[in-house]
């Protein structure tokens, strides 16, 4: 089965995705996330979609029910990421975890009702958008600098994309609906300029994806046109200016990414694909320049993305404020799908260590662990009285009158083992790379005859072994490249019990060629000894401060954890500290997990004057009161699931 990203036969990347390899996962977190999913969040999804009016918008499209729309204008965005979802969680193999005959059978329901109605929906001339067909019809595309139209579009593309390549839309009903819209969009928008760009990236690489599954190169020429535009004046004025709709600069003349953090990373994801398939190398280089700097003066210690809630926007370079940073949810997803197309494109496992980072954190933390509730903001300190603060994001719902980021979640995480392996060829031949780590089993028909089949056993993130087992031997001799994150000091390898080398090649991987037999087994030890983070000098917010890493997890302080009469807002660290490693088989509210315990100290502040300030040295600093104490942490993806408390991922240093 193929997953969200499928490069074309004639594109130009180093790597491919493990498709169409069967890729099951078998255990660990990721498979518990798809539980929750299949059992828990979509099905609340499908309710939404009726109670907030998504699908009935619809219905007034179609001239099949009356009333006026409801919503924000991209509320169809909604309807076509929950199709998405869906047919990424059918194409699941029906192994004990897999969704039951009766869930099935209402999701394929679902998919198949609400393909009807986008067709009937639809306009004579391919255009789909209840905002504008039954609120504004008359003012298609001219308001695109906020009207979202190609951005609805694009996830509409990527839901007819997810269905074909999962097999659930047997009659190509949704993949018609999609290639109506696109082809409609390559008569208005291809000759130049158009009637402009919508403010919302998006489009692009779901245009991409839709020619590599049709073949139709209209598509990809709607694309690259539409990134090369970029930077020309063609949004619109915005009240925010061309900054925050990546309208600034063209392309390849931008150094870093700016303005609204999920439309920038969307159009990141776009530009990546239109370099691999049309072979240009500078535009790759322009984007991985702007990832560069990202990773290295924009990016939360969780992987979260957008430090300013207001605009919901990339900050200034190092600005990262652990109590303010927005990190939205739908960022975090686009960051991971903008790094696995660079990890494609590249075959760099830098960019596999950002997805990995990102999962386990930023995008982790944004679903309660019963799969219910979301959060939009992902901040990294929650102080005791948030919730007397006007418009706190720090508070889950189950959906939102902006509901972007639920849906975001769960079609990432019904892809997520399609994340997990690459494959490549050198001049030795088939290299399959091992990108993520889970339980699962994989199978891979090699080009030049045979099969690559592993299991995957491990108890990853909570042990840092994994056993790898063959199951199927290819009948030549291939690679077996593992990422070795850069946390990981002590990196232990063996083959049938012979040790060999560990060290990363210069892309970050432990290549292991060799004739393979079934049964032979490799071991991969990763460190996960805990150790403190602190950050760099300029980020100001955090200077002073640590935080608590152990192997890809993060970790924060939460009230509940902490001994009677220590606030966790009174912490503060040795720069030695150790830990106590506490694992738990299932913590209330929480499920697995293992957490971690250290001396600390309590650290009760004074005032001067009545302000909560005082003179350096002076007599009220020594009146500070300091008492010993000790500090457990939990993984910071599974806050927030017992009790509304403090948190805090970075603690003073003494």
């Keep these: 089965m193929h997953g969200p990203v499928v490069p074309s036969p004639d594109a130009h990347p180093t790597l491919r995705p493990h498709s169409p390899t069967r890729a099951e996962l078998t255990g660990g977190p990721w498979l518990r996330w798809q539980r929750v999913n299949r059992e828990v969040s ?21 001239g099949e029910a009356e009333g006026s729309f409801r919503g924000p204008v991209y509320m169809d965005s909604d309807v076509h990421k929950v199709l998405e979802s869906v047919a990424w969680e059918l194409q699941h193999g029906r192994h004990a975890d897999s969704a039951t005959p009766a ?5 394929t329901d679902f998919v198949d009702r609400t393909a009807r109605l986008l067709e009937r929906a639809q306009a004579d001339d391919g255009y789909l958008d209840s905002a504008y067909q039954v609120a504004q019809p008359d003012a298609r595309y ?6 979202h139209e190609h951005y609805c579009a694009g996830h509409l593309m990527q839901a007819a994309v997810a269905a074909q390549r999962g097999g659930v839309d047997p009659d190509g009903r ?32 779901a245009l991409v994806e839709l020619y590599r599954v049709t073949g139709e190169a209209r598509y990809l020429e709607l694309a690259t046109a539409f990134v090369e535009r970029r930077g020309r004046g063609l949004v619109g004025d915005h009240k925010r200016g061309e900054r925050h709709r990546q309208d600034h600069l063209p392309v390849r003349e931008a150094p870093t990414v700016t303005g609204h953090a999920v439309r920038g990373l969307y159009l990141e994801a776009g530009i990546v694909d239109v370099a691999v398939e049309t072979g240009d190398a500078s535009l790759l280089a322009a984007s991985v320049a ?42 975090s997803a686009a ?26 954190n930023a995008f982790g933390a944004a679903r309660s662990a019963d799969g219910r509730t979301y959060y939009k903001g992902n901040p990294l300190q929650r102080r005791p009285d948030h919730a007397e603060a006007v418009g706190d994001p720090r508070c889950r719902d189950e959906w939102f009158f902006s509901a972007c980021c639920p849906p975001a979640v769960t079609r990432l995480v019904a892809a997520l083992e399609h994340h997990a392996a690459t494959w490549s060829r050198d001049a030795d031949g088939a290299v399959l790379h091992l990108q993520q780590y889970a339980p699962m089993t994989l199978s891979h028909p090699l080009p030049d005859g045979g099969e690559f089949g592993l299991r995957v056993a491990t108890d990853y993130p909570w042990d840092g072994a994994v056993e790898i087992t063959v199951t199927r031997a290819p009948e030549r001799p291939c690679a077996l490249a593992l990422r070795i994150p850069p946390w990981s000091v002590r990196t232990r390898l063996a083959v049938n019990g012979e040790a060999e080398a560990a060290d990363p090649d210069e892309k970050g991987y432990a290549v292991l ?44 302080f939460e009230q509940v954890d902490q001994p009677e009469g220590t606030e966790v807002d009174e912490l503060a660290l040795a720069p030695d500290a150790t830990f106590e490693e506490l694992p738990l088989a299932d913590l209330d509210g929480v499920g697995r997990t293992l957490l971690l315990r250290t001396a600390a100290v309590a650290v009760t502040g004074t005032h001067e004057a009545g302000l909560p300030y005082r003179t350096h040295g002076g007599p009220s600093a020594a009146a500070d009161t300091r008492r010993p104490t000790t500090a457990t942490a939990v993984p910071y993806y599974q806050w927030d699931n017992r009790g509304d408390g403090a948190m805090r991922v970075w603690v003073p240093l003494l």
């Excluded at 001219?142 to 009207?147: A, E, I, N």
């Excluded at 049964?519 to 980020?539: C, E, K, S």
């Design 42 to 62: 979509l099905p609340l999804a499908l309710g939404w979609l009726e109670k907030a009016g998504n699908l009935n918008n619809l219905r007034i499209a179609a």
């Design 103 to 107: 869930e099935r059978a209402e999701l």
């Design 142 to 147: 001219t308001k695109l600098v906020d009207s």
């Design 174 to 205: 949704l993949l018609a609906v999609a290639r109506r819209f696109a082809d409609h969009l390559a008569e208005v928008f291809l000759p130049d300029p158009g009637p402009g760009l919508d403010g919302h990236p998006e489009v692009e690489t």
């Design 290 to 331: 702007r990832w560069e700097d990202m990773v290295a003066s924009r990016t939360s210690l969780t992987g979260g993305l957008g430090s300013r809630q207001v605009g919901e926007v990339f900050g200034e370079r190092y600005e990262l404020p652990p109590d303010l940073s927005y990190n939205e949810t739908c960022a």
């Design 335 to 360: 960051s991971v799908q903008w790094s696995w197309r660079l990890l494609l494109a590249t075959g760099e496992a830098r960019y596999a260590d950002l997805i990995e980072r990102t999962l386990f």
């Design 513 to 556: 060629r060799r004739p393979w037999r079934v049964g032979d087994t490799v071991v991969l030890h990763l460190d996960l000894t805990p150790r403190l983070t602190v950050p760099h000098p300029r980020i100001d917010a955090v200077r002073g401060a640590a935080a608590v890493e152990r192997g890809p997890l993060v970790y924060c």
